[in-house]
């Protein structure tokens, strides 16, 4: 990559309080990186041993008893002892016993293993990867010399990377601490970004974080980003499909709750994004991530948007779009110290009133016809405490559009909710007449189960929003359609109550999209359940006194791990991104056996794709599921949180695996417990060795069990959707009881 010009000096970042993080990924306390000791160095269990050489914990023990040279305990406790890591790595090496352990895997070992906790080892490696992409020469000097040299070189390295790409007053800290010990892990992260690219690398390591630790945070889903992206883009004059070239119109946008940077990562053509968060350390990250995206200037800061905004005027300019995810419900967000503040131009919110505050803090930072969506919750568009304010919004015509996303969109995935688009009126112009207000409740795949981002359903959803706001902005005539999208005139919202609800001002739809959809469905609920009956398999036969019940056959087993060693199958983890715009298979399609319905995150390296006889594995939730891939599958993307074991079909029968693999006792043996979370590790997932010609009996077996599945599946949807329909039909009239 070419060397970046100086970018313009950031603003200093303001001291602020303490206030809540933003949703969009948000950190419990205990996460913050502490001071670190340069003389700690970073430790392993034994039970990280054995997973970083792909062997047993029994194993492990018996290296420790049979090899005098193996490394000394350097903490812990005796009965759990912990061993250096650049010691242990180093053994393992001279031994044989680290060459089967993925690059990857060795990496994210680092990572868990670092003394400061996992934010500050991924600012250390983003910090290092950074530095390869922008000033490879730099990096490959360093690289030339030893570890103790390397580490007096790269700190000073690093900090001039770091303020070239985010200007000085930056919230990543400065690298003086850089120890030798460390230099190992940066070293192995540049390795891994020559197999994955930078950004690649990066995205790898911070897509693991957040799976390791999933009650820390509350994401925003890249789905629903590249969807808000869209509707504040291309209406403001956005090019998202560059890089801000030379020559390209400026655009600029901020996300004053930035989280881990999801939505700014959304718009990639943005010439300058701003990311504010109240903690640093998210701050950090979002900050690596989006520079290691493009070449455009990043600026960061790490503070409370609300009682310490690090952009406002006249530090820096108006921006083209601001993207947004606020915490909801927050109490605490400044109410008393705030009452004064220029940035409540439509009013003062409520205490209980937050999410209007980030609305208007978000329309104080906008250029005259700007434009900013806000993820809210659908209590804001309702509530009696926030009715002035979102009736000065419509009347000065700052609000747009009020969209109602299905349940499932992004967390709390039990609430439907809303989008706001709202645009800085620009002075002397004529307010629209209209909003627009779309519920997207009816295209959920599925009754009672809105489609979120990558699951069935989504596309459909996207493309209905952005089709609305399209019509809509091009101010000609945007039919009404019946419980999907209407303008309601701005005149007929400005009641007592103010209420921005959109079903409550949709046209319904017709009962079960009308009475010849309610008899397709009925028909074709009616072959599937004949189908259904047809596969139902038959009972075993019973016990008797002249047919005693057989004792469980008891077959030698091996591993999936063992398979993977011997050549039988190769392993591969989703990672759901990649160039070209191959589908993705996601958790959600593995699970309700839908086709793949996610979409690709951008990243330059090739997406691995699927092929007929893969067998697919969700990684997170304890249930027994394993998926064999079919012509109708095949060619998609492996999402993220799946692992793909890709047999060797001569000696192995694909149904065969995943029969076996679905079994509950196996997933138990090789499941573990964090938290509330469930996690498999499929080289522990036990089958049967046996000849190929037995494996097939039993593969047609599981596929038969299989097909039946699908079928009860398809009944149970069809059925509901038969049901309601009817329910509503009968409710609005359209269908007669007799």
């Not at 992260?189 to 197999?195: D, F, G, Q, S």
């Not at 609300?306 to 005027?313: E, G, I, P, V």
């Not at 793909?644 to 693999?661: H, S, T, V």
């Amino acid at each position: 990559m070419p060397e970046q010009k100086p970018p313009t000096e950031a603003p200093a970042t303001p001291a602020a309080p303490t206030a809540p993080i933003a949703p969009e990924a948000r950190e419990s306390p205990e996460v913050a990186t502490p001071e670190v000791d340069p003389e700690v160095v970073p430790e392993v269990t034994a039970a990280e041993i054995s997973r970083l050489a792909g062997v047993g914990r029994a194993a492990v023990s018996n290296w420790r008893r049979r090899h005098a040279d193996f490394p000394r305990p350097v903490g812990g406790t005796e009965t759990s002892p912990s061993f250096a890591l650049a010691e242990v790595t180093d053994w393992l090496r001279v031994q044989g016993k680290l060459a089967e352990v993925p690059l990857r895997e060795r990496v994210w070992q680092y990572v868990t293993a670092h003394p400061g906790g996992s934010v500050a080892a991924l600012v250390k490696a983003g910090s290092a990867l950074l530095l390869v992409r922008d000033r490879p020469m730099e990096w490959l000097e360093a690289a030339a010399v030893s570890d103790e040299r390397m580490a007096t070189l790269l700190a000073p390295a690093l900090d001039r990377v770091l303020a070239l790409r985010f200007g000085p007053a930056h919230p990543l800290g400065a690298t003086a601490h850089l120890v030798p010990a460390a230099v190992p892990f940066l070293r192995a992260a540049a390795e891994l970004a020559a197999e994955l690219g930078t950004r690649g690398a990066f995205e790898f390591l911070l897509g693991r974080h957040l799976e390791a630790n999933p009650r820390q945070y509350t994401l925003t889903p890249d789905g629903l980003a590249l969807l808000m992206a869209a509707l504040a883009g291309p209406a403001s004059g956005a090019s998202t499909g560059s890089t801000g070239a030379a020559g390209a119109a400026p655009f600029t946008v901020l996300d004053p709750a930035c989280g881990t940077g999801s939505l700014l990562r959304a718009l990639p053509g943005a010439t300058t994004r701003y990311a504010q968060d109240s903690s640093p350390e998210l701050a950090s990250l979002a900050a690596l991530r989006l520079a290691l995206q493009s070449d455009a200037p990043v600026r960061a800061a790490a503070a409370d948007s609300l009682r310490a905004d690090a952009f406002a005027r006249p530090v820096a300019e108006p921006v083209d779009a601001v993207l947004c995810h606020p915490p909801f419900n927050e109490r605490d967000w400044g109410h008393e110290e705030l009452a004064y503040d220029p940035r409540w131009e439509y009013g003062l919110p409520a205490r209980a009133e937050s999410e209007l505050a980030w609305v208007q803090h978000a329309l104080a930072h906008l250029r005259d016809g700007g434009t900013a969506v806000l993820l809210m919750p659908p209590a804001a568009a309702a509530r009696r405490s926030g009715r002035r304010i979102r009736a000065d919004l419509l009347r000065r015509g700052a609000l747009r559009a009020v969209v109602a996303l299905p349940a499932g969109a992004a967390p709390p995935y039990g609430i439907p909710l809303h989008l706001w688009v709202l645009r800085r009126p620009a002075p002397h112009a004529a307010p629209p007449s209209g909003l627009l207000l779309v519920d997207t409740a009816a295209l959920a795949d599925g009754p009672g189960q809105g489609p979120g981002p990558g699951r069935a359903g989504w596309a459909a959803v996207h493309s209905a929003v952005e089709e609305a706001w399209t019509a809509y902005e091009r101010g000609g005539p945007a039919p009404d359609v019946p419980g999907v999208r209407r303008v309601v005139p701005v005149v007929d919202l400005l009641d007592d109550d103010v209420d921005l609800t959109p079903a409550r001002h949709l046209p319904p739809p017709a009962a079960g999209g009308g009475l010849a959809e309610l008899t397709a469905v009925r028909d074709r609920l009616d072959s599937t359940l004949t189908r259904a009956t047809r596969l139902t398999p038959p009972a075993p036969p019973a016990a008797s006194p002249d047919r005693p019940a057989a004792a469980p056959a008891r077959l030698p087993l091996t591993t999936v791990g063992e398979l993977a060693r011997a050549g039988a199958l190769l392993l591969y983890t989703g990672t759901g991104s990649g160039a070209g715009r191959a589908p993705v298979l996601t958790e959600y399609d593995v699970s309700a056996g839908t086709g793949p319905s996610g979409t690709l995150a951008a990243a330059a390296e090739q997406p691995l794709l699927t092929a007929p006889g893969d067998v697919v594995v969700p990684l997170a939730g304890g249930a027994g599921v394993a998926r064999v891939v079919d012509a109708a599958t095949a060619g998609a993307a492996l999402g993220r949180g799946l692992q793909l074991l890709r047999p060797d079909q001569g000696a192995l029968d694909p149904w065969f695996l995943a029969g076996f693999l679905r079994a509950t006792a196996n997933n138990r043996r090789a499941s573990s417990h964090a938290s509330t979370t469930t996690r498999l590790d499929v080289r522990r997932l036990e089958l049967p060795r046996l000849p190929r010609s037995e494996q097939e009996v039993y593969g047609a077996r599981f596929r038969a069990l299989a097909e039946f599945e699908d079928a009860l599946r398809l009944a149970a949807r069809l059925g509901e959707q038969l049901v309601q329909g009817l329910y509503d039909g009968l409710s609005d009239g359209t269908v007669r009881p007799e």
